[in-house]
């Protein structure tokens, strides 16, 4: 297994080398803030226009929105398509290699149904430390 | 199944009320950058100091490691122990529901293997192309 993230050219990859995490590689593509949502929303709702994406994650702006879209046709998981109408329309959808996250999200979602009361007990009693 | 990040105090969570996406809290709480190279190293070699922790993540620095340390402690899936020593010493280590990730992580790391190579080739396509 290679464990580097060579081929990215536009930004220096975090976990070069000898990193011995497998899995630095796929969460830096995939687990950016927003990154995962797009791709959930576009896979369970089909190809998008841009606002409509945008109307179903709320609190992303415009700017950041457009990066994690551009983002993620370059790692060849959405394809953006533009079409020559007046006035123009451009769609986004999930490519057959974002599909094949989909057991990746479900075993997430899986865990977060188990797990994350226990994740929000935590904060609460760590908030709640004299000593933090 | 609650999707929402509610329970987080320090920081607003980014995923609230009505969000459809069941997997947002969880990989904002888990796949900030550093987040899952810090659980891996720690749950795959054990409890370890500061230095040493740093010294198993190249490109870390000290203010980022000390910060993902200190959100992982609070989200409960790491601990930290101060032990009075002359000089003092601290141990970081994987707690038990940070054991529960262990199959999460496994599935990423199978994800990596099998359809990273794909990622790194449309990275490659996109960089190359004239319209981007």
Redesign the interface.
Known sequence: ???TA?????EPA?????????????????????T??VL??LQ?EGRMRFGDLRA?I??VTPKVLAARLRKL?????VTRTYHREMPPRVEYEATD?AR??T???R???Q??????D??????????ARDDR
Chains 1, 2 share one sequence.
């Open positions: 297994m290679t464990a060579a081929g990215k050219r536009a975090p976990h070069e080398g000898d990193d011995p995490c497998p899995i630095g590689a796929a969460s830096e593509a995939l687990f950016s803030r927003w995962s949502h959930w929303t369970h179903r709320p609190g046709e370059r790692d060849g998981l290699l094949t996250l057991p990746v999200f075993m997430l979602a865990w977060s149904e188990r797990h994350l226990a994740v929000r007990t935590a904060r609460s009693e760590f908030d």
